[in-house]
């Protein structure tokens, strides 16, 4: 990065020395939380660690549980940057850099569902368990026209009401790493064929500051071609992730 756009990004996002980091612990193949240390690691944390580096701040890890969260604060001076999946609806709140990371958004069912692919999804009596303002969320409320959404919190609230509620929803989406994650080794469920869509992330800044989008896509794409993403997925044990192609 040259100077100018360090500048830029130091003026724009550092306050007294420290950078406020929206971090979205609802995407666990991005930012996690050891439950025993409380320690924080991912790709998404990686990324922030550097750009608070090249500014010359401290991080305070501002932590939410899900992405829509994190939207909703966009205008409340509450983050300085946070790290959300790229849905034309955010726009209006948030702008983003390029992406860094491509990741899928998969369904489960319980092991006795006739449901086979994902496709079958969107049909009349077919009902699907999501993260409300999750990027899967805003995707399928778009796109598709039968299936009823049913919406949770956060989710790991709505992987938990799936286990604990047969009657909750026919299935539920989520980021397959997270899914992976939440139902490892349980016989009672699996995954449906195919994918719901391709997830682009991206690090994001609140719409007032769309001016440091150039600036903040310069260091995204400097990490990507220096292969430090790469690295850090690799080192989390997110090899699956694609690391996003050159803007």
């Known amino acids: ?100 990371v491509l990741i899928e958004a998969k369904a489960i069912v319980r092991a006795d569902s006739p449901l086979q692919h994902v496709d079958e999804l969107d049909r009349d009596g077919v009902s699907l368990l999501v993260a409300e303002n999750s990027a899967y969320d805003l995707y399928l409320s778009e796109h598709a026209s039968h299936v009823a959404l049913v919406r949770a919190e956060t989710p790991g609230a709505s992987f938990d009401r799936f286990k604990a509620d047969p009657s909750s929803a026919d299935a539920v989406a989520g980021v397959a790493q997270s899914l992976e994650k939440a139902f490892a080794g349980d016989t009672g469920f699996r995954f449906l064929d195919g994918r719901i869509t391709a997830i682009e992330q991206a690090m994001a800044v609140p719409v007032a500051k769309t001016g440091l989008v150039e600036a903040l896509t310069e260091f995204v794409e400097s990490r990507k071609r220096e292969g430090f993403v790469r690295e850090a997925l690799d080192a989390t044990g997110m090899q699956s992730l694609l690391v996003a192609p050159p803007a």
């Open 1 to 100: 990065m040259d100077d100018t756009s360090l500048a830029l990004l130091r003026e724009g996002l550092v306050k007294h020395g420290r950078l406020r980091v929206a971090i979205n612990l609802g995407n666990a193949s991005l930012a996690r939380r050891d439950p025993g240390s409380g320690a924080l690691s991912g790709v998404s944390l990686a990324l922030a660690r550097a750009l608070a580096e090249k500014l010359g701040a401290e991080p305070d890890f501002i932590l939410y549980p899900g992405a829509g969260k994190v939207v909703a604060d966009a205008g409340a001076d509450r983050w300085d940057v946070a790290f959300l999946a790229i849905d034309p609806k955010r726009r209006e709140v948030v702008a983003y850099s390029s992406p860094y």
